[in-house]
T-cell receptor
Framework: NAGVTQTPKFQVLKTGQSMTLQCAQD?????MSWYRQDPGMGLRLIHY???????DQGEVPNGYNVSRSTTEDFPLRLLSAAPSQTSVYFC?????????????FGEGSRLTVL | AQKVTQAQTEISVVEKEDVTLDCVYE???????LFWYKQPPSGELVFLIR??????QNEISGRYSWNFQKSTSSFNFTITASQVVDSAVYFC??????????????FGTGTRLTIIP
């Protein structure tokens, strides 16, 4: 029972480098999202998707791109990493329904930008 | 705009003591949902409870109980007879009517709970 799988779990980047955080879920959930967790700030929504081909911005989208070509995958791209993007990133999914339900989270990806 | 405030940054209690984690929220929506999530030291986030704005009944699940009071915009979480395994960061979260169908949650900053054996 894989659930939500994030890779890599740890990554160190230099300023200006690009990378993609991968997120895959095997629960056929329509809704997927990316959050970042920073000390003293809780979790903040970066981008989300309500289904394949549909994405939208969350609270802190600058510096990040997403795409949703399949129901299963929702990668997060950093085009030019900055030290301010040092954080722990969580991918989450949920079945879309009439009421907001439980979010299923991945184990997190810790990113350090030097 | 929505806001969730968890004023307690860190709490430490001795094992078997009861502890209450506070959560105060702000929303203009008349229909909304409140959540609690647990983040143990291993890092993953685990769903604990969801409560909608029309249901003010307190809920109890084993040693856990939740007190929802619309009059004070609070959704507090109490752990009875705490155990070391309860040590974690606990997040309160809110989803308003405008977010239904896309599960956009606004999280509080979390309360780190340490249970001392």
């Amino acid at each position: 029972n894989a659930g939500v799988t994030q890779t890599p779990k740890f990554q160190v980047l230099k300023t200006g480098q690009s990378m993609t955080l991968q997120c895959a879920q095997d629960m056929n959930h329509e809704y997927m999202s990316w959050y970042r967790q920073d000390p003293g700030m809780g979790l903040r929504l970066i981008h989300y998707s309500v289904g394949a081909g549909i994405t939208d911005q969350g609270e802190v989208p600058n510096g990040y791109n997403v795409s949703r070509s399949t129901t299963e995958d929702f990668p997060l791209r950093l085009l030019s990493a900055a030290p301010s993007q040092t954080s722990v990133y969580f991918c989450a999914s949920s079945p879309t329904s009439a009421e907001p339900g439980e979010l299923f989270f991945g184990e997190g990806s810790r990113l350090t930008v030097l | 705009a929505q806001k969730v405030t968890q004023a307690q940054t860190e709490i430490s209690v001795v094992e078997k003591e009861d502890v209450t984690l506070d959560c105060v929220y702000e929303t203009r929506d008349t229909t909304y949902y409140l959540f609690w999530y647990k983040q143990p030291p291993s890092g993953e986030l685990v769903f604990l409870i969801r409560r909608n704005s029309f249901d003010e009944q307190n809920e109890i699940s084993g040693r856990y109980s939740w007190n929802f009071q619309k009059s004070t915009s609070s959704f507090n979480f109490t752990i009875t007879a705490s155990q070391v395994v309860d040590s974690a960061v606990y997040f309160c979260a809110l989803s308003g009517l405008s977010n239904f169908g896309n599960e956009k949650l606004t999280f509080g900053t979390g309360t780190r709970l340490t249970i001392i054996p």
